[in-house]
T-cell receptor
């Protein structure tokens, strides 16, 4: 079984400050990790995935298999980053191939 | 635009009734997953269909069933509705099992 834990339900920072949203996972195999974002009154949308190793809207995330973490980081937060962020895991094979397991989400608020 | 459309957007049903929720995916998206999102929680995987066959199921009872059609549309059916079935139901589609998912806006189901 797989599990995704986002320890912070709420996170508040000021504009221009660094932000880190934590995500830890447990899975016995080789996972694929994602970050999804949901802005106010919008649908859930993919922010980034670890296999792409890209930076989207200034956010980056590195998969640390030793610590089983996939923390989302941005050096300088902007007010438009305020949203709900979900970390999600997808197994690479087996009967649950394709199934996304989500964390409970972190509400990020960036104050002016 | 995301190309995933869900209907209806809101629905109220009585306990014990049956409900059908619909999802229309982008052309070429042969994989569709359904998720239940209770208030304040992350989405929970219900099941996934790949090329019109179920190929993964979460921890949901058999009264949750689905169909996927050749025209890239799909249905989620829930029988014998219970109060705890009240949630946002999300449809997500993908062009294949190894790709990311595009989410719809969801159907808000209220069971009274």
């Amino acid at each position: 079984a797989q599990r995704v834990t986002q320890p912070e339900k709420l996170l508040s920072v000021f504009k221009g400050a660094p932000v880190e949203l934590k995500c830890n996972y447990s899975y016995s195999g080789s996972p694929e990790l994602f970050w999804y974002v949901q802005y106010s009154r919008q649908r859930l949308q993919l922010l980034l995935r670890h296999i792409s190793r890209e930076s989207i809207k200034g956010f980056t995330a590195d998969l640390n298999k030793g610590e089983t973490s996939f923390h989302l980081k941005k050096p300088f937060a902007q007010e438009e980053d305020s949203a709900m962020y979900y970390c999600a895991l997808k197994p690479a094979g087996g009967t649950s191939y394709g199934k996304l397991t989500f964390g409970q989400g972190t509400i990020l608020t960036v104050h002016p | 635009e995301t190309g995933v459309t869900q209907s209806p957007t809101h629905l109220i049903k009585t306990r014990g009734q049956q409900v059908t929720l619909r999802c229309s995916s982008q052309s070429g998206h042969n994989t569709v997953s359904w998720y239940q999102q209770a208030l304040g929680q992350g989405p929970q995987f219900i099941f996934q269909y790949y090329r019109e066959e179920e190929n993964g199921r979460g921890n949901f009872p058999p009264r949750f069933s689905g169909l996927q059609f050749p025209n890239y549309s799909s249905e989620l059916n829930v029988n014998a509705l219970e109060l705890d079935d009240s949630a946002l139901y999300l449809c997500a589609s993908s062009p294949g099992l190894i790709y990311g998912y595009t989410f719809g806006s969801g159907t808000r189901l209220t069971v009274v």
